[in-house]
T-cell receptor, first 112, second 114 residues
Framework: QQQVKQSPQSLIVQKGGISIINCAYENTAFDYFPWYQQFPGKGPALLIA???DVSEKKEGRFTISFNKSAKQFSLHIMDSQPGDSATYFC???????????WGAGTKLIIKP | NAGVTQTPKFQVLKTGQSMTLQCAQDMNHNSMYWYRQDPGMGLRLIYYSASEGTTDKGEVPNGYNVSRLNKREFSLRLESAAPSQTSVYFCASRPAGGRPDTQYFGPGTRLTVL
């Protein structure tokens, strides 16, 4: 039933490397694709988002790449830092009811 | 501003007990949500309230009830807790007229049902 599939489940990256998390969606009636970041013991917080009419959005070290034809989008973290260690969730906002459909999450660990 | 607050932070219940999780936001947001978070399953919507006085079921409403007491407060009640309801519960809110994908989350309530 899950309409947003996220991979990998966990990821270990060396400090300074590039972290890449992928998501795929199955329904075309979405209008925003956000990424949320969650630190242990905290609630998720919006990190960056993209609309489907844009192929790429960059904010600092964080970039979303969006492939509408493939129904895929990904988060790239450049120059990954230990402070980026967190769980990342992709999501898709349904047009019909403004509800977010969430991916399963990726636990990212950046090794110093 | 405190943002979204949730009480309690932790709770242990025995099967069959009832409890209410409290959520309040001081950002004058219209929409409020209750999610549960389980390992490997992301966040699943239990109930939401688009505005004061309205509530609707989400993806996993069975075993839960909600009350939108006023614009600030949205509570989640477990009438007869079951071990399957062991989870971390998050409340979130969203402003009217803002981007629909932007939700503000509380710190969560970790619930264990024995």
């Amino acid at each position: 039933q899950q309409q947003v599939k996220q991979s990998p489940q966990s990821l270990i990256v060396q400090k300074g490397g590039i972290s890449i998390i992928n998501c795929a969606y199955e329904n075309t009636a979405f209008d925003y694709f956000p990424w949320y970041q969650q630190f242990p013991g905290k609630g998720p917080a919006l990190l960056i988002a993209i609309r489907p009419d844009v192929s790429e959005k960059k904010e600092g070290r964080f970039t979303i790449s969006f492939n509408k034809s493939a129904k895929q989008f990904s988060l790239h973290i450049m120059d990954s830092q230990p402070g980026d260690s967190a769980t990342y969730f992709c999501a898709a906002n349904q047009v019909r009811n403004y509800q977010l459909i969430w991916g399963a999450g990726t636990k990212l660990i950046i090794k110093p | 501003n405190a943002g979204v607050t949730q009480t309690p932070k932790f709770q242990v219940l025995k099967t069959g007990q009832s409890m209410t999780l409290q959520c309040a936001q001081d950002m004058n947001h219209n929409s409020m949500y209750w999610y549960r978070q389980d390992p490997g399953m992301g966040l699943r919507l239990i109930y939401y309230s688009a505005s004061e006085g309205t509530t609707d079921k989400g993806e996993v409403p069975n075993g839960y009830n909600v009350s939108r007491l006023n614009k600030r407060e949205f509570s989640l009640r477990l009438e007869s807790a079951a071990p399957s309801q062991t989870s971390v519960y998050f409340c979130a809110s969203r402003p009217a007229g803002g981007r629909p994908d932007t939700q503000y989350f509380g710190p969560g309530t970790r619930l264990t049902v024995l």
